[in-house]
């Protein structure tokens, strides 16, 4: 049995749909606006899916988990706050 296409595009959908409220939380986290981290569950929520579902259509979608692209997002963050010396790195 063949696989619609609609099946793979909604995938990448979600993917999409995680990956900006990834980047939109973790501006939030850096600007202040929050102080509470979140987890998978939390992105699930906010684009209305179970999270089980959440992480495994981001590794089909992608080759990577959820926790991946998280911590390679607060990397990119922290790497780049580093090197504004004009920045305390307490806060």
Known sequence: MKIPQKFFARRHEIAADF?????????DVVSGRTTEMFEVRDFAGL???HPTHL???????T????????EERLMEIS???L???NMPIEK
Not at 19 to 27: F, G, I, P, S, V
Not at 55 to 61: G, L, R, Y
Not at 63 to 70: A, I, L, M, R
């Open 19 to 27: 990956l900006r409220e990834l980047d939109k939380h973790l501006d």
């Open 47 to 49: 684009i209305h899916v």
């Open 55 to 61: 992480s495994n259509t981001i590794k089909a979608a």
């Open 63 to 70: 080759g990577h988990s959820p926790c991946y692209f998280f």
């Open 79 to 81: 790497k780049s706050m």
């Open 83 to 85: 090197q504004h010396v």
